[in-house]
């Protein structure tokens, strides 16, 4: 997610217009609109394809559709050229993908993430850039190798514990994430999903500890609000997206957000990924910065106002603070958990929690959104339906086909 003051813009009692861009994503970033409009000092316009859900939402002031990128860029521009918005929100990695192709230009450049040129762009979208960027501030990463083949990294994994992670250096949402128990394994992987070329390999020591996210809004580096969450169910086999989670406080993360937030003098609602070991060691690995998460719109669970403290960030008023949360129920996602009812079940999506869980609650929609969940979750339930469907089909095939061999 992108957020930037506008000079023109001062603190008033009149809301602030904020635009929000979706490419692909939907999942729960759909409650955006909701999360952020609901303190009523920020008015939220949404740009999205023609035919995305998010169109029906009733926290979306104006809504602009386009039919491919071009005409997504022709909007954009269109829109951020009038001047009226204070802040520029990219909903997902897609999103700003397609913002930092184009960051030159200069009617976007004042609504980036950082200053236009600033290594941060480079460092935020690659995880061994950014891995090797935590290292030189003493951030804690895991042991890891890197390399541009297989080649390379078989021989510079020598030594290596299994298992272990191997990703690419490019992706997001859990893509190009395996856990490996064997060179022969790693080998096998890379056949089956054939790296491109600009990204290279990670082999990353596997902690069997609690994975989390530290999320944080900001503004030109200094922290308006900061919390942090523990995954307990994911998406993808157990490396992907979050299903569940639950609120923890700790102030090691904190000191982690900050000292990242001013060193890359990040503006925006952003944040990393972590894995905590048994012993208690805290490790970040993957960043999120520059780019909105579906996670942030539960902080209304802890009592934390994402519109009052995007709005605080973007006239810069409002003391920096560290978010302590007492709300330790599970919170479940919508429409993540219907995703993950229909995905196959390995052990590597058992639940590792830090202490005792009490409660659960789940994240429905936002406030006056029944409409737009009710077509979410169809949408959800009919993709999910397909993948099941084909999956079913091509065992029965393969049945068949054993049968008449046998």
Request: aromatic content about 12%; overall charge neutral; glycine content about 6%.
């Amino acid at each position: 997610m992108l957020l930037f003051r506008n000079p023109q813009y001062s603190a008033t009692s009149a809301p602030l217009k904020v635009l929000l861009l979706f490419r692909q994503s939907s999942s729960s970033f759909t409650a955006y609109p909701w999360a952020l409009a609901q303190s009523g000092k920020l008015l939220v316009d949404t740009v999205a394809r023609y035919d995305h859900v998010i169109k029906h939402s009733a926290w979306s002031n104006e809504h602009y559709a386009f039919e491919d990128d071009e005409n997504c860029i022709t909007i954009l521009k269109g829109r951020l050229a009038t001047q009226e918005y204070a802040a520029l929100y990219c909903m997902g990695a897609p999103a700003l993908d397609i913002l930092l192709e184009h960051r030159g230009d200069p009617i976007l450049r004042p609504y980036l993430p950082y200053s236009h040129e600033s290594e941060m762009f480079e460092i935020s979208e690659d995880k061994q850039l950014f891995q090797e960027w935590c290292h030189s501030l003493d951030i804690p990463i895991p042991q890891s190798c890197y390399a541009q083949s297989a080649s390379k990294l078989f021989l510079r994994s020598d030594g290596f514990r299994y298992p272990s992670v191997l990703k690419f250096s490019k992706g997001y949402g859990g893509q190009e994430v395996f856990v490996v128990h064997s060179k022969q394994e790693i080998e096998d992987t890379l056949a089956a999903h054939p790296p491109s070329a600009e990204t290279s390999l990670i082999l990353q020591d596997y902690i069997d500890g609690v994975v989390g996210t530290t999320l944080f809004v900001a503004n030109k580096g200094k922290i308006y609000g900061c919390f942090s969450l523990e995954k307990v169910r994911r998406l993808c086999e157990g490396l992907g997206p979050t299903v569940a989670c639950r609120f923890i406080d700790s102030q090691e993360l904190s000191q982690f957000a900050a000292k990242i937030a001013m060193k890359s003098l990040v503006s925006g609602i952003t944040g990393f990924d972590w894995v905590q070991s048994r012993e208690g060691q805290y490790y970040v690995i993957d960043p999120h910065l520059g780019r909105a998460t579906p996670n942030v719109i539960i902080s209304h669970f802890a009592g934390i106002d994402l519109g009052d403290v995007t709005h605080a960030s973007l006239v810069e008023v409002g003391r920096s603070q560290n978010e302590i949360v007492s709300n330790q129920k599970t919170i479940w996602l919508m429409p993540q958990a219907l995703e993950y009812l229909f995905e196959p079940k390995t052990s590597a999506q058992a639940p590792q929690v830090s202490s005792p869980q009490v409660g659960m609650a789940v994240f429905w929609c936002g406030r006056n959104e029944s409409k737009l969940f009710i077509l979410q979750a169809a949408e959800c339930i009919y993709s999910q339906m397909r993948i099941t469907f084909g999956r079913w089909r091509r065992q029965l095939t393969g049945y068949i086909s054993r049968w008449f061999k046998g």
